[in-house]
């Protein structure tokens, strides 16, 4: 198999040969450019996009830096972008990945490249260590073991699997506007230990994680889910942490008002009602945030996109509020 590589490079200590890059649309807009070089190389049919890149390192160029490991995708080691979007190079096929005769592969913008192919792990970690990825355990009587049922441990199983390789934070569209954001991957790693029966600091975790820049931050955009080489599904134990929080009575956020706003308009007419969405998320009486939103609105005034001020039920509502009756929760 004949293969067309092209390469993002980085070295802020000297001047590489290739073409510099396009800068990278917003949000990445002030990330560092790429230089980009092309490395036509033979491979095998199986062989995968880490393959492709060992070859260049060993036959082709010795100052290619790509981080790697197992080869196995148990390390996680050499997540990077592939084609634009975030995949372990050692379980990537390259004849599937190949588009208009070639390959592209780059350390995501997402993550402040060290050199190459490699980029920092440092604020990664960060995140993971925020949320206290450790048991507090409950006191135990000293003559008989704490015993754990199977059945809670059968609820942690998925989150167990993660390899820590950076993929879902890589392409977190969250991430990408709010670098505060916890991550898809630290609050995966979250539940894992606000949902174990052996630790104590449960209630503390709950509250912690529904904080600003947590569990609420998060849009649902699914590419965590998307690109996960595990099949953590990281959006999945997002929205289990804040089942519990809201379980717990930690319901005085703006993602719990809006999500209970949300559902109330549907309940009651049917639609959603996004003209009064937004000041019942900020709380009705926040009027600091209130009079912060007054220039989004004079935007969606000025673009002709405001909501009508008359909202309408549609016809047959109370099919709907009937369904909300059936499924029950805190709006029945």
């Known amino acids: 198999m004949h293969v067309k590589m092209v390469v993002g490079r980085y070295a802020p200590d000297r001047k590489l040969d290739g073409e510099l890059g396009a800068p990278y649309p917003p949000p990445y807009a002030d990330k560092p450019r790429k230089t980009y070089q092309t490395f036509e190389i033979d491979l095998h049919d199986e062989a995968m996009v880490l393959d492709g890149l060992i070859h260049i390192r060993e036959h082709v160029d010795e100052s290619l830096v790509v981080r790697c490991s197992c080869r196995c995708a148990i390390c996680g080691s050499c997540a990077m972008w592939i084609n634009g979007h975030a995949k372990l190079a050692c379980t990537t096929k ?44 409950k006191p135990v009587s000293p003559d008989e073991e704490y015993r ?37 991957h630290a609050l995966a790693r979250a539940y894992r230990y606000a949902n174990d029966p052996r630790d104590s600091m449960q209630q503390e975790r709950l509250k912690e994680y529904s904080d600003p820049n947590g569990v609420w931050d998060c849009t649902h955009c699914y590419e965590c889910v998307h690109v996960c080489p595990k099949g953590v599904a990281p959006l999945e134990q997002i929205l289990k942490i804040r089942q519990m ?5 930690y319901t005085n956020n703006a993602g719990t008002r ?14 959603l009602n996004e003209l009064t969405l937004m000041p019942k998320s900020l709380g009705l009486f926040n009027i600091k945030a209130q009079l912060q939103s007054l220039p989004s609105a004079f935007n969606l005034l000025r673009a002709g996109k405001l909501p009508p001020i008359i909202h309408h039920k549609i016809p047959g509502v109370t099919r709907v509020k009937a369904i909300f009756k059936k499924v029950g929760g805190p709006l029945t």
Not at 103 to 119: F, Q, T
């Open 94 to 137: 390259m004849k599937d990945v190949i588009e208009n005769g070639a390959v592209r592969v780059e350390a995501p913008p997402s993550m402040m490249p060290v050199r190459d192919l490699v980029w920092d792990m440092g604020p990664f970690m960060e995140k993971m260590r925020s949320v206290k990825p450790w048991l507090e355990g």
């Open 245 to 249: 929080s809201v379980a717990a009575g």
């Open 258 to 271: 809006h999500a209970l706003a949300f559902a109330e308009s549907v309940r009651d007419s049917g639609r």
């Open 148 to 184: 754990v049922p199977n059945e809670a441990m059968d609820e942690l199983v998925q989150e167990v699997s993660c390899i820590s390789c950076g993929a879902c934070l890589m392409d977190c569209e969250s991430y990408a506007v709010n670098d505060k954001f916890l991550g898809p």
